[in-house]
Nanobody
């Protein structure tokens, strides 16, 4: 099992930036893909981005492509989400998730461990 703790959320104006971090413990960090999801009020949880074992493979939802960047530091057991050019529609609780395998997934069912979430609010 993997324990995940997110940090870095907050309130920002539209056009601003935030950087989320997710610290992992438990299973060896470099053995599994990582991802970020988000859930806005009244909406289903949705995939935002994912990253493979080494960090060379990444995947992004169309809605964040070109604005968000995922990265990982295996020495620090941490995955990051740099969010630039934020929009009000990016407002949501953001969740870090650990994949069940090294394969880079998108489906919720392919992620076995989740953080508690961190709130991101973008004001217009």
């Amino acid at each position: 099992q993997v324990q995940l703790v997110e940090s870095g959320g907050g309130l920002v104006q539209a056009g601003g930036s935030l950087r989320l971090s997710c610290l992992a413990s438990g299973r060896p960090f470099s053995n599994y893909a990582m991802g970020w999801f988000r859930q806005a009020p009244g909406k289903e949880r949705e995939f935002v981005t994912g990253i493979g074992l080494s960090g060379r493979s990444t995947d992004y939802a169309d809605s964040v492509k070109g604005r968000f960047t995922i990265s990982r530091d295996n020495a620090k057991n941490t995955v990051y989400l740099q969010m630039n050019s934020l929009k009000p529609e990016d407002t949501a609780v953001y969740y870090c998730a650990a994949g069940r395998s090294p394969v880079l997934p998108r489906r919720i069912a392919d992620f076995g461990s989740w953080g508690q979430g961190t709130q991101v609010t973008v004001s217009s």
